[in-house]
C-alpha cells in the first residue's frame, strides 16, 4: 500500500489564482481530513469527510473547498489565493469506527507559498 | 472550548529522559494519542492510551494519564538524537482529533 499520497509536494502561486491539492488514499479509509501548518504552530483542521459524499467545515474553512467522490480520492481546492494560505497542507485518513481508536495517517505534505 | 496545550520547545542531552506535558479539555476523548513529526514529514502517530488506563509502556515510551488533572505526559528514556523531532498530543472528539501545538524536542550530545 502507497497509504496517503499528496501531490504536489511544492507549489507558488501569486495572489489570486486558483489549484487543487490532490490527496489519495488506498487504504479504504472512511474519514478524511486536511489540515494546514504554519510555521512553528499545529494542526488547524480546514475541512474533513465521513465518507464519500460527505463533508464538513472545520476550524478555518473559509477560502478553501472540498468534495468527496470516491472513498481513494479528497481534494482540496484554493479559488482566489491570499499570502494568508502560505502554509503546508497535509491531507490524513483514518479507518475510524465511532468511539474506537481514531489513528490518522498522514501524507508528507504539500508546501504552498502565495505571493 | 476545546483546547489542547503543550510546552513549545525541550532541550534535552542524549541519553537523558524527556517528559512531554500536555493537558487537555475534553473528559469524553476515548482516547488520547502522541504523535511525532520530523523535520519535512507529516505526523506518525507514536502511541496512544486509552482513557480508562493511567499508564501504557511501549519500550523506551511511557504515557501517563492523569484524568482528574486532565493531564497527559509522554516520557521518553534513554534520548537519543533520532528522537529529536516535534511531537503532538491529541485528544478524541467525536468525528476529528484536536491536536496540541507541538512540543520540539531537541537532543544534544
Known amino acids: 500500500n502507497a497509504g496517503v499520497t499528496q501531490t504536489p509536494k511544492f507549489r507558488i502561486l501569486k495572489i489570486g489564482q486558483s489549484m487543487t491539492l490532490q490527496c489519495t488514499q488506498d487504504?479504504?479509509?472512511?474519514?478524511m481530513y486536511w489540515y494546514r501548518q504554519d510555521p512553528g504552530m499545529g494542526l488547524k483542521l480546514i475541512y474533513y469527510?465521513?465518507?464519500?459524499?460527505?463533508?464538513d467545515k472545520g476550524e478555518v474553512p473559509n477560502g478553501y473547498n472540498v468534495s468527496r467522490s470516491t472513498t481513494e480520492d479528497f481534494p482540496l481546492r484554493l479559488e482566489l489565493a491570499a499570502p494568508s494560505q502560505t502554509s503546508v497542507y497535509f491531507c490524513?485518513?483514518?479507518?475510524?469506527?465511532?468511539?474506537?481508536?481514531?489513528?490518522?495517517?498522514f501524507g508528507p505534505g504539500t508546501r504552498l507559498t502565495v505571493t | 472550548g476545546e483546547d489542547v496545550e503543550q510546552s513549545l520547545f525541550l532541550s534535552v542531552r542524549e541519553g537523558d529522559s524527556s517528559v512531554i506535558n500536555c493537558t487537555y479539555t475534553?473528559?469524553?476523548?476515548?482516547?488520547l494519542y502522541w504523535y511525532k513529526q520530523e523535520p519535512g514529514a507529516g505526523l506518525q502517530l507514536l502511541t496512544y492510551?486509552?482513557?480508562?488506563?493511567d499508564m501504557k509502556q511501549d519500550q523506551r515510551l511511557t504515557v501517563l494519564l492523569n484524568k482528574k488533572d486532565k493531564h497527559l505526559s509522554l516520557r521518553i528514556a534513554d534520548t537519543q538524537t533520532g528522537d529529536s523531532a516535534i511531537y503532538f498530543c491529541?485528544?478524541?472528539?467525536?468525528?476529528?482529533?484536536?491536536f496540541g501545538t507541538g512540543t520540539r524536542l531537541q537532543v544534544f550530545p
Open positions: 487504504m479504504n479509509h472512511n474519514y
Open positions: 475534553d473528559s469524553s476523548s476515548t482516547y
Open positions: 469527510s465521513v465518507g464519500a459524499g460527505i463533508t
Open positions: 492510551i486509552f482513557s480508562n488506563m
Open positions: 490524513a485518513s483514518s479507518p475510524r469506527l465511532a468511539g474506537g481508536l481514531a489513528e490518522q495517517y
Open positions: 491529541a485528544e478524541s472528539n467525536t468525528d476529528k482529533l484536536i
